[in-house]
């Protein structure tokens, strides 16, 4: 056997809290890795909900590995939930119509951070909030009810409102030996048989396997 498949939505039985999120995210904008989870017994299956403003109009993506863990009330702000703050107020007048239009902000009026892309293995908390354009490295873990605006790397740990780094979990060097490895890529059959190794700190093992 090599694990559960990856096309199930509730992979543990009689526990729907968990759901493989690839499996019932619909939006063309979201993309989301084999194996990544979300965990919310109110309902782990509508995951989008999660996910606020993000306006297809506008175009941004979030982008999700594999591997990831994600705990109950991650919420994802994406760029549809910025105002113009450019001008005295930010206020957004333009969108109630009836003769306040006349003020819609043109392009490169409000601010665009990009997509928000999450590596592969990444841990994120309970109640943590992630904004618009950031980028967490693979193997990441982001603490509970943090509030990250800024660019994670890979294998630390960051937390807190704004969210900083706590530690780093391996060396520079380490850091390096896994990205090349990138086992989250390896055929399946390989990560279960090296799956002892995967769950350890021994990283010459991994590079055997």
């Known amino acids: 056997m090599n ?24 939006n063309p904008n979201v993309e989301i890795g084999d194996y990544t989870y979300y965990d919310d017994p109110d309902g782990a299956g509508n995951f989008e909900k999660n996910i606020l403003y993000h306006f297809p109009f506008i175009g941004d993506r979030l982008i999700i590995g594999k591997f990831c863990a994600i705990a109950r009330g991650v919420k994802f702000i994406m760029n549809g939930a910025n105002h113009k703050t450019s001008g005295i107020s930010t206020y957004p007048f333009q969108i109630f119509g009836n003769g306040w239009e006349n003020v819609t902000p ?4 409000l601010p665009y951070k990009g997509d928000t892309i999450i590596g592969n293995d990444v841990w994120i908390g309970y109640d943590a909030l992630i904004m618009p354009g950031v980028n967490i490295g693979n193997g990441a873990i982001i603490s509970s009810r943090s ?6 790397p890979a294998y630390t740990v960051y937390g807190g409102n704004p969210a900083r780094l706590i530690k780093e979990r391996f060396s520079a060097s380490t850091v390096q030996r896994l990205q090349a490895l990138a086992w989250w890529n390896w055929p399946v059959d390989r990560i279960t048989r090296n799956l002892e190794v995967i769950v350890s700190a021994n990283v010459e093992d991994l590079e055997r396997g």
Not at 106 to 109: M, Q, R, S
Not at 147 to 152: A, E, F, L, Q, R
């Open 3 to 26: 694990g559960p498949d990856p096309r199930t939505v509730h992979p543990m039985a009689l526990f729907p809290q968990v759901c493989f999120i690839k499996n019932v995210v619909s």
């Open 106 to 109: 043109v392009p490169g009026d």
């Open 147 to 152: 509030v990250v605006v800024n660019d994670v």
